[in-house]
């Protein structure tokens, strides 16, 4: 079964770290590129980084600088490590499949999500 | 930066009736690159539709999209009651709109 199962959620303290984890099953990481999406309380959704390849990563305005996305093949799992987070930060964190060219590109396969709020 | 725009941003229908979401792009984009998703409360997004018209895996065909350049629409021929959710419009794998709302009349 095609599956993406997100863990590292958790309460976190304003300008404190977290490391997400993004668990594929039924395909590949490096086959696919692989996109973090967050949703705040209430709000939309927001793509904020994009793993196209190991040479070219996408990050948002709004965590570029403080957010970083790996994938780790042998685990055939992707990461977000999240630093000097803020009231802001605080959000569902989804990880998606990009379907690729096929797709246009889209948001095929979602993870359930994992939750990340700051909270002093 | 490219801007989706979507309205309503709450469409009211009874189930049976018809329903029209837009989407407009603040730039011209491929028809290829427009993509449509549906979230209901506690879930994550499923993608509806790529490529502007073709409907993903199990998805049914009352939905149908259309469109080209910058103006994009979803239509959902006859509402079911599982339908109501919030649907987002998303282009190239990046910029998401900001959402519709399909509720109950």
């Known amino acids: 079964e095609v599956q993406l199962v997100e863990s590292g959620g958790g309460l976190v303290q304003p300008g404190g770290s977290l490391r997400l984890a993004c668990a594929a099953s039924?395909?590949?990481?490096?086959?696919?590129?692989m996109a973090w999406v967050r949703q705040a309380p209430g709000k939309g959704l927001e793509c904020i980084s994009v793993l196209y390849s190991d040479d070219l990563i996408y990050y948002a305005d709004s965590v570029k600088g403080r957010f970083t996305t790996s994938r780790d093949i042998s685990k055939n799992t992707v990461f977000l490590q999240m630093n000097s987070l803020g009231a802001g930060d605080t959000a569902v964190y989804y990880c998606?499949?990009?379907?690729?060219?096929?797709?246009?590109?889209?948001?095929?396969?979602w993870g359930q999500g994992t939750m990340v709020t700051l909270s002093s | 930066e490219i801007i989706l725009t979507q309205s309503p941003d709450t469409l009211s229908v009874s189930p049976g009736e018809r329903a029209a979401l837009s989407c407009r792009v603040s730039q011209h984009i491929p028809s290829s690159y427009l993509a449509w998703y549906q979230q209901k409360p506690g879930q994550a997004p499923r993608l509806l539709i790529y490529g502007t018209s073709t409907r993903a895996t199990g998805i049914p065909d009352r939905f149908s999209g259309s469109g080209s350049g910058t103006d994009f629409s979803l239509t959902i021929s006859r509402v079911e009651p599982e339908d109501f959710a919030v649907y987002y419009c998303q282009q190239y794998g990046s910029t998401f709109g900001q959402g519709t709302r399909l509720e109950i009349k």
């Open positions: 998606a499949r990009g379907g690729g060219f096929n797709y246009g590109y889209a948001f095929d396969i």
């Open positions: 039924g395909f590949t990481v490096n086959s696919n590129y």
